[in-house]
């Protein structure tokens, strides 16, 4: 059975945010001084969400074959612990760039969570130049090339609906979560599975 998935991530904790920091600006030191500036601190800080080491899952959306969309919300503990029993059904996972983020996001959280994989994908392989158990649209539109394309430029290329048409983009989540617009994120990140579907179903020559 096939799950197709996205992630919407938010920064570090509270607690976390220093030693984020500091770790990022220690490795700048190596090569130049770094910018102190607050501007710069609080872009340091919002970059945490791009990265499982210390930045934080706020919803899963989710699609079983040709079913609902569903979200995973919540706390992040409770959205691990659902998502690997709701994952337990499925042989491939499929979405957009998710062997180098969503896939390693969770993976990553998991572990800090003390959440363990269901024991059908503990071990989940994330071998380069093949298409299953992960079958990625990003590598598997280049073919595996250097070459990145976003989910927005693939949805354009291939004449489907943008998901980011709905008044939000990747980058505006966090703002999003600061004003309490929890709905909005969900629904775009239910857009962005229901358009990664589409784009497997193009890609495969299974859409009519």
């Known amino acids: 059975m096939n799950i197709f ?51 934080r899952i706020f919803c899963i959306g989710y699609a079983l074959e040709d079913g ?17 029993e709701v994952s337990e059904q499925a042989n491939c996972f499929i979405g957009h760039n998710i062997m180098d983020f969503d896939l390693r996001f969770i993976f990553k959280r998991s572990v800090i969570n003390k959440i363990k994989p269901c024991a059908k994908h ?19 539109w280049e073919k595996w090339s250097n070459s990145y394309i976003t989910l927005d430029a693939l949805a354009k290329a291939l004449n489907l609906p943008t998901s980011k048409d709905g ?6 989540v966090y703002d999003f979560f600061l004003s309490g ?8 990140c239910k857009r962005d599975v229901e358009l990664v579907r589409q784009l497997y179903n193009r ?6």
Do not use: C, H
């Open 122 to 140: 503990l071990n989940l392989s994330f071998a380069r130049y093949r298409n299953f158990p992960i079958f990625d649209t990003m590598r598997e």
């Open 68 to 84: 609902k969309v569903e979200i995973i919300s919540g706390d992040e503990k409770k959205i691990l612990k659902e998502w690997w």
């Open 203 to 208: 890609m495969l020559f299974r859409d009519k």
């Open 5 to 55: 998935l996205d992630i919407e991530t938010i920064p570090a904790e509270e607690g976390n945010k220093k030693t984020a920091i500091d770790l990022v600006l220690e490795k700048q030191k190596k090569y130049k001084e770094p910018d102190t500036s607050e501007s710069y601190m609080d872009q340091l800080y919002r970059d945490t969400a791009i990265s499982g080491d210390f930045g």
């Open 167 to 172: 008044g939000i983009k990747g980058s505006q």
């Open 181 to 188: 617009k929890y709905k909005e994120i969900y629904e775009y």
